[in-house]
């Protein structure tokens, strides 16, 4: 079946960086692009990123342009966030999910998603 | 960038009844629309997308509705399982996609 894990959270210092990861299984990773989207406690949910299936393009949240960086290695079925300069406002559950695609090829919405990892910023 | 606006924020309703919940575009999304349930402690769960279209596994009970910049989400006979909050989500227009501020459904 379809999954998505994500790893790498934990406790930080603000100005410090993390690198999560997304590591999925189920499916043919390499034909799907992958978003990340976050969830500050009690709060609803923000898209952050997306990185293409092939890698060739990326896409940012303005709240996260400059200092989050989207990666992956389709020989490993792994997705990367490189958080960066974290701060307070970044404190999140951060989750990965598969952008979805239709049988005629079409983009659509996130049809799978990991269970989170949960990232704290604080001194 | 397409903002979207749900109402209520929380909905009382008990088991058994009919729930409606909106959602808002401020732009036309046409139909590319989507909800998704989530459950305390849980990862969203993506119920539907093309503003109407049931995901795999969702019951029928959860019926999608709208075009433009007016959608609804009516689940027909609440379930216990099914007190949660609900987010819809726009990918017409992105990036960036853009979703709701959510809909609680709490038990009356």
């Known amino acids: 079946q379809v999954k998505l894990v994500e790893s790498g959270g934990g406790v930080v210092q603000p100005g410090r960086s993390l690198r999560l990861s997304c590591t999925a299984s189920g499916f043919t990773f390499s034909n799907y692009g992958i978003h990340w989207v976050r969830q500050a406690p009690g709060k609803g949910l923000e898209w952050v990123a997306l990185?293409?299936?092939?890698?060739?393009?990326?896409h940012y949240a303005d709240s996260a342009k400059g200092r989050f960086t989207v990666s992956r290695d389709n020989s490993k079925n792994t997705v990367y966030l490189q958080l960066s300069s974290l701060r307070a406002e970044d404190t999140a559950i951060y989750y990965c999910?598969?952008?979805?695609?239709?049988?005629?090829?079409?983009?659509?919405?996130?049809?799978?998603w990991g269970q989170g990892t949960t990232v704290a910023v604080s001194s | 960038e397409t903002v979207m606006t749900q109402s209520p924020a929380t909905l009382s309703a008990s088991p058994g009844q009919r729930a409606t919940l909106s959602c808002r575009a401020s732009?036309?999304?046409?139909?590319?629309l989507a909800w998704y349930q989530q459950k305390p402690g849980q990862a969203p769960r993506l119920l539907i997308y093309?503003?109407?279209t049931r995901a795999t596994g969702i019951p029928v009970r959860f019926t999608g509705s709208g075009s433009g910049t007016a959608f609804t989400l009516t689940i027909s006979g609440l379930q216990s399982e099914d007190f949660a909050v609900y987010y819809c989500?726009?990918?017409?227009?992105?990036?960036?996609?853009?979703f709701g501020q959510g809909t609680k459904v709490e038990i009356k």
């Open positions: 732009q036309s999304v046409n139909t590319n």
């Open positions: 999910a598969r952008w979805g695609i239709t049988s005629g090829g079409l983009y659509y919405a996130l049809d799978a």
């Open positions: 093309g503003a109407s």
């Open positions: 990185i293409w299936y092939d890698g060739t393009n990326e």
């Open positions: 989500q726009q990918y017409n227009d992105w990036p960036p996609w853009t």
